[in-house]
């Protein structure tokens, strides 16, 4: 590639893998270099002889900002249900309004995709992800001082609101820095920020505590301050006019066969990105209120207009609502009802008991999960010469589902019959792997079967998914206290096993032809959409 950041090893191998020479003909203007994959699989999206575009930037500056999307993510919540169970006494609240008060961040993180995604799409990533820190920041600073319970339940869907952007916008980031081939890997690693960042939370303000129940939200405010300084020193914008950059720059795109559907481009007679003067990425005002230019954007309103037209496409509103309903809320119904199952406990030995949780997302993420749902990906395809599917990634949702379901069983029969701590803690360690295995081939599914509408699909993803968290904990209460741990948890296993995994099967059978049937969404990413 030309006009690289960082200078290209000189072994025949480049940045994106190993590098071809191509006669382009003369009406491209000779030849240039060619990168395609180690596995030799085409590259999607096609990248630029351009130092500015995303996709060439060196690893290290892409995981850098990768890092920063997963600390916003992770630091959406404050320590949960222990936390709010620490301030009841001075609100005068009951454990179901305790339970509301872990719900309602997850509202906020609900509704805010619906408000930001369009912005992100006009205005760029990096500002959206400033001024959302801004606001979960100020929250946080609400939260730690309330006055009374409207005010804390108001902070904390302000909280989630102002956070909801590591959600929808994050993955937008992961898409304009990875490759489609990396993203199983890197969407493993932005969905263990999901997942982390309601465990660690809890493990930290147990000993918070023994400051004041005030202090896990000033903890919060801290890191969110850290994050806005990181976010403005480190974090460029990564929206990137693509189409209109490959009309105009040598691209990976060598003949017809090789394009997408929709990077239709023609190759002009331009080889220097420099010839070009379109401000991009690092070439933007340091915090830019224009539109991103070179590019068509959606209307502020259409991501809400998309989300409603979303249903139209089964693949996605099937995979979703059963991933959401039958399988990821329980995670809520142990986050909120772990402090009365272990109700002798102090705050600190209760938050500790969330590193069970946390080991389990954790080894899940490092061997069960990302990666190796890309080198399954990897391996069937090049038994099909090189032909991906989406339901390739669906593989290991059997497996996740059974661990989760058996997660769920142990813990509440260990819960009532008094188990060792321990039988706890491996019932948690079971029961996050599954949730972070699924949470990833799920997202990775759904964007894989419509990668340029990936900001829709992620969309209607997360409101779903913070939708699900923020219903759990209104009825998870007071089915447990009719119920029993034991029947309540049983219950969620078996419909998590049952349900979920019957409707997997269909979709790894049939998802394809409904696919097809739907059609294709009719709309594009931004970058994708040239003015």
């Known amino acids: 590639m030309a006009d690289l950041s960082e200078k290209e090893p000189d072994n025949g191998k480049g940045q994106h893998g190993v590098q071809e020479k191509v006669d382009m003909g003369?009406?491209?203007?000779?030849?240039?270099?060619?990168?395609?994959?180690?596995?030799?699989?085409?590259?999607?999206?096609?990248?630029?002889?351009?130092?500015?575009?995303?996709?060439?930037?060196?690893?290290?500056?892409?995981?850098?900002?990768?890092?920063?999307?997963?600390?916003?993510?992770?630091?959406?919540?404050?320590?949960?249900?222990?936390?709010?169970?620490?301030?009841?006494?001075?609100?005068?609240?009951?454990?179901?309004?305790?339970?509301?008060?872990v719900a309602i961040p997850a509202l906020g993180l609900a509704v805010g995709p619906l408000f930001w995604s369009s912005l992100a799409?006009?205005?760029?990533?990096?500002?959206?992800?400033?001024?959302?820190?801004?606001?979960?920041?100020?929250?946080?600073?609400?939260?730690?001082?309330?006055?009374n319970y409207g005010g804390y339940m108001a902070a904390r869907f302000f909280q989630g609101f102002g956070v909801s952007p590591g959600a929808t916008v994050g993955m937008a980031v992961v898409g304009d820095l990875f490759f489609e081939h990396q993203r199983g890997q890197k969407l493993g690693l932005w969905v263990l920020a999901i997942d982390s960042g309601l465990l660690v939370g809890p493990i930290l303000g147990g000993f918070m505590d023994l400051v004041s129940s005030a202090w896990i939200q000033w903890f919060t405010a801290i890191l969110f301050a850290a994050l806005l300084v990181l976010e403005l020193a480190?974090?460029?914008?990564?929206?990137?006019?693509?189409?209109?950059?490959?009309?105009?720059?040598?691209?990976?795109?060598?003949?017809?066969?090789?394009?997408?559907?929709?990077?239709?481009?023609?190759?002009?007679?331009?080889?220097?990105?420099?010839?070009?003067?379109?401000?991009?990425?690092?070439?933007?005002?340091?915090?830019?209120?224009?539109?991103?230019?070179?590019?068509?954007?959606?209307?502020?309103?259409?991501?809400v207009w998309r989300f409603i037209l979303t249903f139209k496409y089964p693949i996605v509103v099937i995979g979703t609502l059963t991933y959401c309903f039958t399988w990821y809320w329980w995670i809520l119904s142990i986050i909120t009802m772990l402090p009365a199952a272990y109700p002798t406990y102090k705050p600190q030995i209760q938050?500790?008991?969330?590193?069970?949780?946390?080991?389990?997302?954790?080894?899940?993420?490092?061997?069960?999960?990302?990666?190796?749902?890309?080198?399954?990906?990897?391996?069937?395809?090049?038994?099909?010469?090189?032909?991906r599917v989406p339901e390739m990634r669906l593989w290991l949702a059997y497996?996740?589902?059974?661990?989760?379901?058996?997660?769920?069983?142990?813990?509440?029969?260990?819960?009532?019959?008094a188990y060792h701590?321990?039988?706890?803690?491996?019932?948690?360690?079971?029961f996050a792997a599954g949730i972070q295995m699924g949470n990833t081939i799920i997202t990775s599914y759904v964007v894989d079967s419509y990668p340029l509408q990936s900001m829709s699909v992620i969309?209607?993803?997360?409101?779903?998914?913070?939708?699900?968290?923020?219903?759990?904990?209104?009825?998870?209460?007071?089915?447990?206290?009719?119920?029993?741990?034991?029947?309540?948890?049983?219950?969620?296993?078996?419909?998590?096993?049952?349900?979920?995994?019957?409707?997997?099967?269909?979709?790894?059978?049939?998802?394809p032809a409904i696919r097809h049937k739907s059609g294709e969404m009719g709309w594009l990413n931004p970058e994708y959409d040239s003015l």
């Open 26 to 101: 003369p009406e491209v203007g000779g030849s240039y270099v060619l990168d395609v994959s180690k596995d030799n699989l085409k590259l999607h999206p096609q990248p630029t002889a351009d130092s500015r575009d995303p996709l060439n930037w060196s690893t290290f500056k892409k995981h850098t900002i990768l890092g920063i999307v997963m600390f916003k993510y992770a630091a959406r919540r404050p320590p949960n249900g222990l936390q709010e169970v620490l301030i009841s006494t001075e609100l005068g609240i009951t454990y179901s309004q305790v339970n509301w008060t």
């Open 121 to 147: 799409d006009i205005y760029g990533r990096r500002i959206i992800f400033v001024i959302g820190t801004i606001i979960s920041f100020a929250a946080t600073v609400g939260a730690a001082k309330p006055g």
């Open 234 to 303: 480190f974090m460029p914008e990564t929206l990137y006019p693509r189409n209109y950059m490959l009309a105009r720059l040598p691209s990976s795109a060598p003949s017809d066969h090789s394009k997408t559907d929709i990077e239709k481009f023609s190759h002009a007679s331009e080889s220097n990105a420099s010839d070009i003067d379109l401000p991009r990425t690092t070439s933007l005002l340091f915090l830019n209120f224009r539109p991103v230019p070179g590019m068509r954007h959606p209307k502020p309103w259409d991501s």
């Open 351 to 387: 938050g500790l008991l969330f590193l069970g949780l946390l080991l389990g997302t954790l080894f899940s993420e490092v061997l069960c999960s990302g990666a190796l749902s890309d080198s399954i990906v990897a391996k069937l395809a090049a038994k099909e010469h090189g032909l």
């Open 399 to 417: 497996p996740a589902a059974l661990l989760s379901a058996i997660g769920l069983i142990v813990w509440g029969i260990s819960v009532d019959k």
């Open 421 to 430: 701590w321990m039988v706890g803690q491996i019932a948690f360690f079971l």
């Open 459 to 511: 969309t209607f993803y997360s409101v779903f998914l913070n939708l699900s968290a923020f219903i759990d904990p209104f009825f998870i209460a007071p089915w447990q206290a009719k119920s029993g741990f034991t029947l309540s948890f049983a219950a969620q296993g078996i419909i998590t096993f049952f349900a979920a995994v019957p409707v997997i099967a269909a979709l790894h059978k049939w998802g």
